[in-house]
């Protein structure tokens, strides 16, 4: 392990350090109004929603280490009290990174990025029209990070009046991440892009309490072949449930093993074990693995307890 101390490593490579270990970070595209009236776009990957109850994100602008220079977005922000943020597709990449260049103040970067403005209703500034998200924002508060020890980081709070979401992003009148094809900033230079098969679903337990790890069988706890997670979803019961005798039971007239593990089918592999009489520790570990791959924590635990009979409650 490498470890920095913030205080002793120059900023230049504090920021990539930094950023790429929080990330993926979404990227914020606002569009603000400077007092002239010149709309100006940019996109931030320091923000975030803090509270949805009122909505609040933030963003964070900061001032140029390099020159000095204050971002016009932080300018304008505080100047007129408004902005719009506008979610960032893979479709407009090429645009969002055109929109980051330094084009002088009161420069429209909709027009260089070929974007289209699309009337907010609470708010003198447009959205991104091509974005299917965007919110309207109010400007509640700047704070100035450590510029007394030279730093130049801001936190901008904004309250969100309104938000526009596309139907085309829209399944069963949920918002879909599948749907959105969301890109995120990553440390450095990288970037991820969020397509369909790298979205799932894990609902939070709320209140209720697995059993956790500290219960878990010794067996089950030390397994080679078991992992982190399969023990996380054999941890999240809320107890050990009961043995059921019949699950020995061949149900099948599967005869291999691997055949069957390949093929995702673990209760026909589990029949081929106990068909085959391979009913060893670690066969019935895998098997219970596979079943662990499909979600079905229950069967993972019948077929411990085959592995570790006096394990069963
Ligand atoms: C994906 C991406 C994320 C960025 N995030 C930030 C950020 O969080 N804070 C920041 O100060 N600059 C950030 N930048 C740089 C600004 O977009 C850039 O300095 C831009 O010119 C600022 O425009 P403005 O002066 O018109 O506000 C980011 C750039 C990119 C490409």
Same mark, same amino acid.
């Given at each position: 392990m490498i470890t920095y101390d913030p205080a002793t490593v120059p900023h230049s490579q504090m920021h990539g350090i930094l950023l790429s270990g929080v990330a993926p970070r979404p990227i914020a595209f606002v569009a603000s109004r400077s007092p002239q009236g010149d709309v100006n776009l940019a996109p931030f990957s320091f923000f975030n929603a803090f509270a949805s109850k009122p909505p609040v994100v933030a963003i964070g602008p900061a001032v140029s280490v390099r020159s000095g220079k204050v971002k016009d977005t932080w300018r304008n922000i505080l100047d007129t009290g408004e902005c719009t943020i506008s979610a960032v597709t893979h479709g407009m990449l090429h645009q969002m990174n055109l929109a980051a260049a330094e084009y002088p103040h009161g420069t429209d970067e909709f027009v260089k990025a070929g974007l289209t403005k699309a009337n907010a209703e609470t708010v003198g500034v447009p959205y991104v029209a091509e974005s299917p998200f965007a919110m309207e924002c109010r400007f509640i508060q700047n704070i100035e990070l450590f510029r007394d020890e030279g730093g130049n980081g801001n936190i901008m709070l904004l309250r969100v009046h309104r938000i526009h979401v596309k139907e085309s992003i829209l399944t069963d009148g949920k918002i879909d991440p599948r749907k959105m094809d969301l890109v995120a900033r990553m440390g450095y230079h990288w970037y991820a892009r969020v397509t369909p098969d790298v979205c799932f679903e894990l609902p939070q337990p709320g209140e209720k309490l +697995? #059993?956790?790890?500290? $219960? =878990? !069988?010794?067996? #089950?706890? @030390?397994? !080679? #072949? =078991? @992992?982190s997670n399969d023990r996380g979803m054999l941890a999240s019961v809320l107890s050990m449930p009961p043995r059921e005798e019949t699950f020995a039971t061949v149900q099948s007239n599967a005869d291999s093993i691997e055949h069957e593990l390949i093929a995702r089918n673990p209760r026909s592999a589990l029949d081929a074990a106990l068909r085959m009489g391979k009913t060893?520790?670690? @066969? =019935?570990?895998?098997? $219970?693995? $596979?079943?662990?791959?499909? +979600?079905?924590? +229950?069967? $993972?635990w019948q077929t411990l307890y085959l592995a570790h009979p006096d394990v069963a409650p």
């Open positions: +697995g #059993i956790g790890f500290d $219960a =878990l !069988p010794e067996s #089950i706890r @030390t397994s !080679p #072949i =078991l @992992t060893d520790i670690w @066969t =019935l570990h895998r098997i $219970a693995r $596979a079943f662990l791959q499909l +979600g079905d924590v +229950g069967s $993972a």
